[in-house]
C-alpha cells in the first residue's frame, strides 16, 4: 500500500509541473486518502485493537 502512495505522490508532482492540474489534484486526493487508512490501521495495531499473526 506504500508503494501505491508513493506512486500517486510521483504521478502528481509530474501531472503538477506539466500543467495536468486535474489530474494532479485527484492522485493526491487519491494519496491523502490512503495515508489516512495507512494511518488508522497502523493505530489500531498499535494499540491491539488489530491483532496481526
Do not use: C, T, W, Y
Request: charged share 5%; proline share 0%; glycine share 12%.
Amino acid at each position: 500500500m506504500l508503494e501505491l502512495i508513493l506512486i500517486l505522490l510521483v504521478v502528481a508532482a509530474i501531472a503538477g509541473l506539466l500543467g495536468f492540474g486535474r489530474l494532479s489534484g485527484l492522485a493526491l486526493s487519491g494519496a491523502k486518502i490512503l495515508i489516512a487508512i495507512v494511518l488508522i490501521l497502523f493505530l489500531l495495531v498499535l494499540f491491539g485493537i488489530i491483532a496481526i499473526a
